[in-house]
């Protein structure tokens, strides 16, 4: 009899415990798998699934991954392509035979590294399901990149040729270990989807090659931009190479010690300021510093260092407490990228960029499977939805580099045939002077599952919700597979449920975002149903057999947001927020076209729709005065009624725009 045919067991012999408290965290030695994703800690509390165990189904997410595979990854590629910075390559391998010729380079130093993520997003995405021509095509951009490769392993496209600056001569903006890094989060993905042989040696010659230069006999010196120790230290887990770790380690500890020299925006810019052990936020550039802090947890992690950890759990807590946007965002300044002060949190001038919110999913994540926090998957959640995706247009075709949370201006319209540089724009743009995030955004959706579900040695977790499957052997050989169903995040009821039976009780862990009021779990079984009130992360305890389901309701009404009072620029406004979704008023839902005089009736309870809101608006504006700070001239109140708000994530899609997340609070007459 196969599993899939075994008897529920009789009501008398099935215990079922429902708690909803977080379990407590159990450090595991975690399973060496070869088709990991990118986060693979030898130890954790929990053990991150691969693509083989958890695989999204349909709805929501299923329809971002596949626009990701059918259109963003082959809209990078051709850019890129078009553009020369793939050629860079080939003309740095021919260059080689030919030193006295002038080669071209294309672009900006690091854009070696956006070719990079390309190559790590379409590892993941065949790891997921083969695709001859992607294939084919990945094979080729192989080729491209290791025939550029120094014989001592070095690889860069725009140092080191007799045309060209010495290698390491800029440390602090040239960008080499940068894009060494992510050529080596490429390996990984080579490595642990079985896609790129070529590319995983090319990794370990060049990882050679940073030990001979950078380990503890050789300089004491450190990247400008922070990357390759996250790098490193998953290549060392991947590769089971712990010099690479030790590296990592090396780069991290040398970070705060004044090795960068001093540039306009001070050592902070570089989080060269202070060690990484001794600080208490995040600061500097806001990219920098979360893909810094990523690297130290997983050095932390693997090296057992209590301190180091400690260090960034705590200056995560600051930054999420006191330098985060409702949306999730993080970076407030535009002249240095960087995180403000705390609770500098301007909505117009919010820099928010698409990088960062990918880096704070990295950092997010490594901290849930160090510690098992649900609160580190609300973060994710409320990133991955209201930041993440807020940068590809609903084609596919275009992106936003920064999220601001108020655009007062319409903009212009990006020629879809030309290089944008980072300007404001209502629209998104085809392409950046530095496109990092396109890249980076087709590199988080091709791996996106693998942030959903994890296991411990009692059970699984589930921790972000849809439509998927997850099939998954526990150590001890108990099977573990089940369907999740959901129409979230517009819908949030999520149905578990069982098709295979488990001959022991195990453990299905559902987290209850921190958003939510009113959640329950029921428990559908042959011998009848438990229903529970959830108010925190629920803990479902017993054997389960065939059709079993666990339904846990998240109610998703929209409900008012009051800012902290502290943060100066949104005092005495609300946003609106539905389910997991940040939402926003667009200019084109207005008869007037224009959000900048908006007042809403918090009076009226905003109503949820199928996918946003509605909520009572009314217009007030006074007569020009002799003087910006001269005495307001009587408002005129016009009454606007019932406005739709939209996902933030979704706004842009329509044509120019003007948008704002937060709203000032008036009242309205009838």
């Known amino acids: 009899m196969t ?45 991150p699934l691969d693509a083989t165990q958890v695989r999204l ?90 025939g550029a490769q120094d014989d001592d392993g070095y690889l860069h496209t725009s140092f080191g040729r007799p045309w060209q600056r010495a290698r390491w001569s800029d440390l602090e903006w040239g960008h080499e270990l940068y894009s060494m890094g992510h050529l080596l989060q490429a390996v ?160 117009d001038r919010a820099y928010s960029e698409t990088c960062a919110g990918i880096a704070s999913t990295m950092l997010s994540w490594r901290l849930l499977l160090a510690d098992g926090d649900a609160r580190y998957a609300d973060l994710i959640e409320r990133t991955l939805l209201n930041v993440v995706l807020a940068s590809p247009r609903e084609d596919g075709h275009a992106f936003f580099y920064t999220n601001t949370l108020h655009q007062r201006t319409e903009g212009t319209v990006p020629d879809e045939l030309e290089v944008n540089a980072r300007a404001l724009s209502s629209l998104r743009a085809p392409w950046f002077e530095v496109s990092c995030c396109p890249t980076n955004v087709a590199r988080t959706l091709a791996s996106v599952e693998q942030y959903f579900a994890t296991r ?35 819908d949030g009821r999520v149905e578990v449920t069982w098709r295979e039976a488990t001959d022991r009780e195990v453990e299905l862990t559902l987290r209850v975002p921190s958003w939510t009021e009113g959640a329950a779990v029921t428990l559908v079984a042959p011998d009848g149903e438990v229903s529970r009130h ?14 079993d389901v666990v339904v846990l309701d998240l109610p998703t009404r929209a409900s008012w947001v009051h800012p902290d009072p502290r943060i100066d620029a949104v005092r005495g406004q609300v946003a609106v927020q539905r389910g997991p979704l940040v939402l926003a008023l667009e200019s084109v839902d207005l008869p007037s076209g224009s959000v900048a005089d908006v007042l809403v009736d918090t009076r009226v309870a905003p109503v949820t729709t199928p996918t946003g809101a509605r909520v009572a608006l009314t217009r007030s504006w006074t007569r020009p005065a002799p003087w910006p700070y001269g005495q307001p001239v009587a408002a005129t109140v016009e009454q606007l009624g019932r406005v739709d708000l939209v996902p933030y994530a979704s706004w842009g899609n329509r044509g120019p725009s003007t948008m704002r997340v937060w709203l000032p609070v008036g009242e309205g007459r009838g």
């Open 456 to 490: 411990t040695d009692d059970g699984v977790q589930l921790h972000q919700y849809g439509s998927y499957d997850v099939d998954v052997e526990l150590p001890d050989g108990t099977p573990v597979a089940l369907s999740v169903a959901s129409g979230y995040p517009f």
């Open 57 to 146: 189904t349909g709805g929501f997410w299923v329809e971002k991954q596949q626009l990701n595979s059918d259109v963003v990854l082959r809209h990078c590629e051709d850019w890129m392509e078009r553009i020369g910075w793939i050629r860079n390559f080939d003309l740095a391998a021919a260059g080689r035979d030919q030193p006295d010729e002038e080669w071209p380079h294309s672009g900006i130093e690091f854009v070696d590294s956006e070719v990079y993520k390309l190559l790590e997003g379409m590892a993941w995405e065949l790891g997921r399901q083969h695709d001859p021509d992607l294939q084919r095509r990945y094979d080729d951009l192989v080729e491209r990149v290791s």
């Open 534 to 547: 959830a108010t925190s992360t629920v803990v479902v305890r017993q054997a389960f057999a065939v059709g």
């Open 3 to 47: 599993a899939a045919a075994q008897p529920a067991a009789p009501p008398e012999t099935r215990s079922t415990t429902v708690t909803t408290t977080s379990p407590r965290p159990t450090t595991l030695a975690g399973d060496r798998r070869r088709f990991a994703g990118p986060v693979d800690p030898r130890t954790s509390t929990l053990t």
């Open 188 to 347: 990984v993905a080579a490595e642990r989807t079985g896609t790129g042989p070529r590319l995983v040696e090319v990794g370990r010659r060049l990882a050679e090659h940073l030990w001979r230069e950078f380990g503890p006999e050789g300089r004491v010196a450190i990247c400008g931009h922070p990357e390759i120790e996250v790098a490193l230290a998953e290549l060392g887990r991947a590769l089971d190479e712990p010099r690479w770790v030790e590296l990592a380690r090396l780069f991290v500890d040398r970070r705060g010690r004044g090795l960068l020299a001093e540039i306009e925006y001070g050592a902070e810019y570089f989080q060269d300021d202070r060690p990484v052990r001794e600080a208490d936020v995040l600061r500097g550039h806001a990219v920098r510093a979360l893909y810094l802090a990523a690297g130290a947890l997983d050095v932390a992690v693997e090296t057992r260092d209590d301190e180091l950890a400690d260090a960034v759990r705590r200056q995560w807590e600051a930054t999420v407490a006191h330098r985060t946007y409702v949306t999730g965002g993080m970076g407030s300044h535009h002249q240095d990228e960087a995180f403000g002060a705390d609770h500098e949190l301007p909505p």
